[in-house]
């Protein structure tokens, strides 16, 4: 069973955190939820949701994947947090999965592990570059970095996530099963 | 500003009860979250949501519209609920908005408060009636009930929902906005 983490930050935007926990739940994936600083975690839009553990207790060892939400305000502490710095940068040396929606691929670009092609939320890209942003899809793979839109493309990445970690037959399964 | 209750209760669906809250506080709905019985509610993919408020805390006369999340295991408890079933009724006859997703029709079904024309996630139908289902849109209107399939149709359900309480030009707005 494939193991990603996503760590939640004050600010995560919640449509695009929990469709992605639980999307990738659905489609087989082991989803730790971990908080950077707390336990308990507020959202851009007031809701607070439990992590399963802290960022710190985990060995990133085990880790396959890491995805981020967005969430301008939670983007910005993905983007200052050492620890979420350094265990980007671990998974991308590592040959990991790395995945980010939203304003979060400006974690990515901070951490300097974004590949070439790449998307985000509209004009993120002005922080990030210009070169190899695509406007017109709402997810993009380019090797094992996968960058997505926002809350309106947050279930085609998370069952693109799904495809890559767990095949073609688990995602059209899955995507059919959630009127995707 | 309109006011809209979202009651959860334990193995509601995640995306759809975070999609309601979310897209609905962004379209400029007051919404409060109320534990059925519980002030922290485990989702049927196990992530863990914090409530405002207890249900029984609450004046309902205050509310413009209650919504209903998904979720099979959740969808039994709002059944079953005689304090859930109670506020459908109370809300039905005061002519306010009610809505629901997913199973979640069913608990509707159970307090009569459907109205004719509904939609739900395809077989729950068999445990309302054919009559008045439509398996082919993604959210049905009819009058002050509002029905919608799953979670793959709940930002459409959501901004649906904006444009009944907010008007045209917010929905448009919040659907630019949210890539949807």
Known sequence: MPK???????????IEA??????CRRGG????????????????????VAADCLLDS???DNFDMITLPG??????????SENVQSILKQMKEQGKYIGAICAAPLALHTADVL????????????QIRIDGYHH??????????????GVGTAIDFALKIVRELQGES???????SILA
């Open 18 to 23: 929990i469709t992605i926990i639980d999307v």
């Open 115 to 126: 590949n070439e092609e790449f998307t985000c939320y509209p004009s993120i890209e002005n």
């Open 71 to 80: 969430g301008l305000a939670g983007t910005l502490v993905l983007s200052e």
């Open 29 to 48: 994936i082991d989803v730790t939820v971990a908080g950077v600083t707390e336990m308990t975690i507020k959202g851009g839009q007031g809701i607070e």
């Open 4 to 14: 990603m983490l996503v760590p939640l930050a004050e600010g995560f935007e919640e």
């Open 136 to 149: 017109d899809q709402s997810t993009i793979i380019d090797g094992k970095v996968m960058t997505s839109q």
């Open 58 to 60: 985990l060995d990133i």
């Open 170 to 176: 688990s995602f059209k399964e899955l995507k059919e």
